[in-house]
């Protein structure tokens, strides 16, 4: 079956800019989680959503959401690009809303110059 | 808040010898933790999975094991192979919360 499907894979955005990425799951999965890494940070939860709704959060500013779709496919959007948002942006899909059985996609490679 | 962390940032192996990552977790709450690989370009990709009930679990070529009386995690490769070289992150979650919380991640390179 596919796997977690990520676009676009890169992207370079000058800072002020808003940027939208998608996530397509496994199919039959409902929930799909964001994360963030930085080789500063880590990996880093941005948040959770299942059916959908967001179900969980992580810290990061209001300039960071996302939304889920009747079919399952996520998006998520930051408005007013910082220099420091440069990051790979993981999606990870499940099928349910807990961790067990996380798939995780390629990312979107984000540079903000 | 909860913090994961890896004890050391790279581990050089010979091939065929076997590796041990070690991982340690803060959170006394935290019932269930993942090992996953990430190879360059890639996400991450699940090794194996441990829950809190249990102190050991064996896959194919790897275990990890569970202290919960000092927090700590560990994944043991058996006879590392070329293609086990990338960077590991051990990861935990309690059950009520879907959050995944990463260590910052080690680097296996592994010696021909």
């Known amino acids: 079956k596919a796997g977690v499907t990520q676009t676009p894979r890169y992207l370079i955005k000058t800072r002020g800019q808003q940027v939208t990425l998608s996530c397509s799951p496994i199919?039959?999965?409902?929930?799909v989680s964001w994360y963030q890494q930085t080789p500063g940070q880590g990996l880093q939860f941005l948040f959770e959503?299942?059916?959908?709704?967001?179900?969980n959060k992580g810290n990061f500013p209001g300039r960071f959401s996302g939304r889920q779709f009747s079919n399952s496919r996520s998006e998520m959007n930051v408005s007013t690009l910082e220099l420091g948002d440069s990051a790979l942006y993981l999606c990870?899909?499940?099928?349910?809303?807990?961790?067990?059985?996380?798939?995780f996609g390629s990312g979107t490679r984000l540079t903000v110059v | 808040g909860e913090n994961v962390g890896l004890h050391l940032p790279t581990l050089s192996v010979q091939e065929g010898d076997n590796s041990i990552i070690n991982c340690a977790y803060s959170?006394?709450?935290?019932?269930?933790f993942i090992w996953y690989k990430q190879e360059s370009g890639k996400g991450p990709q699940f090794i194996i999975d441990?829950?809190?009930?249990?102190d050991k679990r064996q896959g194919q070529r790897v275990t990890v094991l569970l202290n919960k009386t000092v927090k700590h995690l560990s994944l043991q490769i058996a006879a590392t192979q070329p293609g086990d070289s990338a960077v590991y992150f051990c990861?935990?979650?309690?059950?009520?919360?879907?959050?995944?919380?990463f260590g910052k991640g080690i680097t296996l390179s592994v010696r021909p």
């Open positions: 959503y299942f059916s959908e709704t967001q179900r």
């Open positions: 199919s039959g999965h409902r929930s």
């Open positions: 959170n006394s709450a935290s019932d269930y």
């Open positions: 990861a935990s979650s309690t059950g009520a919360n879907s959050k995944l919380t």
């Open positions: 441990i829950r809190s009930n249990m």
């Open positions: 990870a899909s499940s099928l349910s809303a807990q961790t067990y059985g996380y798939t």
